[in-house]
C-alpha cells in the first residue's frame, strides 16, 4: 500500500481513507515537478481526479464510521447539524452539537443557537448532558425573550434543579432558571429558586439577590401570594411571602410602608432580608424625611387646555386629602395658571422662592422652553413629554399619557403571543407618526414587523382605506389584468392578503365601531385586533359597543377596574368629572401627586415601581415615567378584563458574584 494510505503501520478505515482520496485532487497538479517524480503508471492513473472523486463517493455510499467533529466548524446551523447527522457516536454528536450552541451564543447568534438546541437530534439528551442543554437552553430563551421556549423549560424544572451543574456554574446556573421562570409567567417558581441560591453560593452577592427577589415578589398579585403563604413551610419564603402582603395593602403612604418594613424586621430578626434589606424598602423607610413640603402646580386654567388642566388639578387634589400619611401643617400646594405669562419666566421666578417641587407644565411648547436649560435647579416634574430626540435636562422628571406608551405594550402582547406580521391602521398626522415609530421599533424587539400601513382622516372613505389595508383592491386589480390579457370576463371572488396575522387599529370609538365590522366584511375576521385606550369611551355602552366585539385593548386601571375608592368618592363629589378622557386625565394628576413623594425612589432603585392609577409606573435613567397597563376584550359589548403579560425580567442581571457572559457556559466547557 502507498504509505500516503499508512496509519502507524495499519490500513485506514474507508472514512479515514475518504480525505486521503479527495487530496489526490490537488496532488496530481504536483506531478510535473520534479520532487514528485513517481512511476509512469501512478502517475497515469493519478493523473484523472474523476477517478478520485469516483471512488471517494463508492467509500461514502458504502458506509462510514464517522466524522472528525473535533476539527470541524460549522458557521451554520445546518452545517452544524449535517456534520453531527453523519457521526454515528451519539454522545459525539451531541456534544459537538452543544459545544457549538455555546459558540454560537458567545458569537450573539442565539437564533442559530436556538435551531441546534430545538433541533431533532437534540431532543433526547444523553443523561450526562441533560444539565448542559438545559443552561444553553435557558440562556437563548431569556437572551430572545422567547417566552414560548420558556414555558417548554419551565415545564421540566424543579426548584433545586440548578443544583445539579458543577459548583462554579451554580450561580449561573440559579440565575438563568430564575430568569427563565419569570419570563415563563412563574415569578413565585423564580423567587423560590433565588432563595435556594442564596442558601447553595455563599460567594453570591446577597444585595442583589434580595432586590430581584422583592422586584419579584411585586409582580405577584395579593389573592396569589396570600394562597402560597398558606402552602409554604420553608422559613425564609414564608418570610418573604409575608412581607410582600404586607407592603401590599393598597393606598399606604410612606409612613405607613416604613411601619411595615419595621414591624416585619421586628417579626422576623433571623431572616436574611430583616438583617439586608432590599435598597427599595431601604429606600421607602428613609424617604418619609425628604418628602417636597412646598409643592407649586402650574397648569393651564384657560385656553384651549383648560379642562385637562382643571382635570389633572382635581386629581392632584383629591389624591392629596385622601392620603392620610400627609403632614397637612408641614405641606403647602400653591396652584399657578401657567397661561397667564411666558413659562420659562414662570420658572425663573420659582426658582427665587422657597419651592422644594413643581408639577408642570402640560404644554409641549412650554415644556420645550425648559428642555432648552442645560439643568433645572428646581426639580420639576413635568405633565409631558420632550421629543425624543431632546435630552432633558438634570432636574427634569417627564410624566404623562403617552401613546407611545400604549404603542409598546401592544407590540409587547403581539411578540408574547408570536403575532410578527401585522397590518396597522391609524389616523395620519404627528400623533400618528409618533404612535407608529414607537409600534415598529418595539416590535423589531421581538421579531415582528409591520407589513402594510394604512393612514387615514376623519373624513375619509373607511370601506376603501379598509380594502386598501387588506388587499382587496390590488386583488381586484389582479383579476382585471387578466381579463384584459386573455381577453374574456372570468369569475372573481376578492381575497385579502394572506400573510397578516393580526391587526392594530388605531381610531377612536366612532370611527373604531365602522371599522371592526369592515374587518370581517373583507374576509379577515379571523385576524386578532388590538387597540390603544382611544378605542374606548371609558363608558359602558354595550348597544353601541358590540360592534367592538373581539377588539383587545389597553388602558388603565382608573378605567378598567372594578373597585377604585378614590374613583368613587371623586364620582360622588364631581359627577361627570371622572369618566372618559377626562377621568383618564383626572387618574394622572392622582398619579402626579403620588409620583411628587416617589421621584428619589424610582431614580434610585432600578426596577422600582408604584402601582399608580394610570398603571404600573417605572422610570427610565433620563427620568422620563414609563407605564404599563392593564388588558381588556370587548365581549357581548361589554368590557372584560384579561390577564396580564407575565413581565420581563429588568435588563440587570441576576448572577451577583460573576460577569455577564453571552454564553450560559463559556468556551471549554464542554
Known sequence: MNPRLQKRGMALTSCELMPELLNLVDFSTKLNHPEHAEPAMTNKRLAHPAVAGLLAA????????????????ANTPAQALTLASQERDQD???????????????????????KLLQSGQLTQALPELVNQKRLLAMNGAVALKDRAWAQQIAANISTNRFMEVTPELINRAGSLQAQTLALAGNPLEAVKT?????????????QLLHDRIWTLLKTVGNTQLNSADSREIGYEAQGWLELATQMGSPGAGFDEQGQTVR???SNWPGHPAAQLLPAELKL??????????QIVLALPLDGP???????????????????????????????????RRPFRELYQELTKQPVDLLVGPLDKGALAELGKLPSLPLRTLALNYLPPSVSAPAGLYQFGLSAEDEARQIADRLGAEGLKRVLVIIPSGEWGDRVEIALIEQMAEHGGRIIGTQRFFREDNLRAVTADLLGINASRDRAIDVERTIGLNIEFEARRRQDAQAIVMVAEPDTARQLNPLFAFYFAGDLPVYAPSIVYAGITAPGRDRDLNGVIFTDIPWVLDEKNPLRDEASSQLPGATRGQLGRLFAMGADAWHLSKRLPLLRQVPGATMDGQTGILTMTPS???????????????????????????????????????KSAIAGGAF
Not at 59 to 73: K, M
Not at 106 to 111: E, I, L, P, S
Open 58 to 73: 463508492i467509500l461514502l455510499t458504502a458506509g462510514c464510521a464517522g466524522v472528525d467533529l473535533q476539527s470541524q466548524i
Open 92 to 114: 459525539t454528536a451531541q456534544r459537538y452539537l452543544l459545544r457549538t450552541a455555546s459558540r454560537f451564543q458567545q458569537q450573539g447568534d442565539h437564533q442559530g443557537a436556538r
Open 194 to 206: 433565588l432563595i435556594a441560591l442564596a442558601q447553595a453560593d455563599s460567594s453570591a452577592n446577597a
Open 263 to 265: 414591624r416585619w424586621q
Open 284 to 293: 421607602i423607610a428613609s424617604l418619609a424625611a425628604s418628602r417636597p413640603e
Open 305 to 339: 387646555l383648560t379642562a385637562a388642566g382643571r382635570a389633572i388639578r382635581d386629581g392632584f387634589l383629591a389624591a392629596y386629602f385622601s392620603d392620610m400619611s400627609v403632614d397637612r401643617k408641614a405641606t403647602r400646594i400653591r396652584i399657578v395658571n401657567s397661561k
Open 623 to 661: 427620568g422620563s415615567i414609563r407605564r404599563y397597563q392593564r388588558w381588556a376584550r370587548f365581549s357581548s359589548g361589554n368590557v372584560e378584563l384579561l390577564p396580564a403579560i407575565p413581565a420581563s425580567l429588568p435588563e440587570a442581571d441576576i448572577n451577583a458574584s460573576q460577569p455577564q457572559t
